[in-house]
């Protein structure tokens, strides 16, 4: 079973910085890419980056791009999110999701099929 | 970015309703297309992928139709369990994009 646990939530000041990790677990973690997703309050979900299994991949929204960095410890069976500068409007819950594809003909489909329970970030003065 | 549009954004039904929710991209997606229930303070979960392939352990009640730019979630006998938001997302693109959100709420 998938299980996947995020911390490094909390209250920080605007300009701040935060570092947020997951730990996973019930599967093999450096074969699978991961996702990091957010809800700000009362709002829907934003996709906010990814990273493959061998790290050689990056992708970021453009709303966090330059800001955050996402990176992994495939040792540790970890993800990781530095957030720098962070703005008030980064204020919400962030999940850590698994990126998970099923082959049909010559594609791969791709899904997140398993999420953490979130962490929160508020960014207050 | 691709640019998911969900309608509508709330629906009232009662339990046995068959109810549909319907998610646009604006653009092509092929079947590159999902679906996520969510309900209050818990994580998402995914319900079907690649558009119209069911999750394991997901009721049949759930299925998924579309290709290209239209695509309906439809749950054929609404159980009480079922009454949260229900989330389209595009995999298309290598930047993911979630539609708005359809808040499903008891008649």
């Known amino acids: 079973e998938v299980q996947l646990v995020e911390s490094g939530g909390g209250l920080v000041q605007p300009g701040g910085s935060l570092r947020l990790s997951c730990a996973a677990s019930g599967f093999t973690f450096s074969s699978y890419s991961m996702n990091w997703v957010r809800q700000a309050p009362g709002k829907g979900l934003e996709w906010v980056s990814y990273i493959s299994s061998s790290t050689s991949i990056i992708y970021y929204a453009d709303s966090v791009k330059g800001r955050f960095t996402i990176s992994r410890d495939n040792a540790k069976n970890s993800l990781y999110l530095q957030m720098n500068s962070l703005r008030d409007e980064d204020t919400a819950v962030y999940y850590c999701?698994?990126?998970?594809?099923?082959?049909?003909?010559?594609?791969?489909?791709?899904?997140?099929?398993?999420w953490g329970q979130g962490t929160t970030v508020t960014v207050s003065s | 970015d691709i640019q998911m549009t969900q309608s509508p954004s709330s629906l009232s039904a009662s339990v046995g309703d068959r109810v549909a929710i319907t998610c646009r991209a604006s653009?092509?997606?092929?079947?590159?297309l999902n679906w996520y229930q969510q309900k209050p303070g818990k994580a998402p979960k995914l319900l079907i992928y690649?558009?119209?392939s069911l999750q394991s352990g997901v009721p049949s009640r759930f299925s998924g139709s579309g290709s290209g730019t239209d695509f309906t979630l439809t749950i054929s006998s609404l159980q009480p369990e079922d009454f949260a938001t229900y989330y389209c997302q595009q995999s298309y693109s290598t930047l993911y994009t979630f539609g708005q959100g359809t808040k499903l709420e008891i008649k």
């Open positions: 690649a558009a119209s």
């Open positions: 999701a698994r990126d998970w594809g099923q082959r049909a003909a010559s594609y791969y489909f791709y899904a997140m099929d398993g």
């Open positions: 653009q092509s997606i092929s079947s590159y």
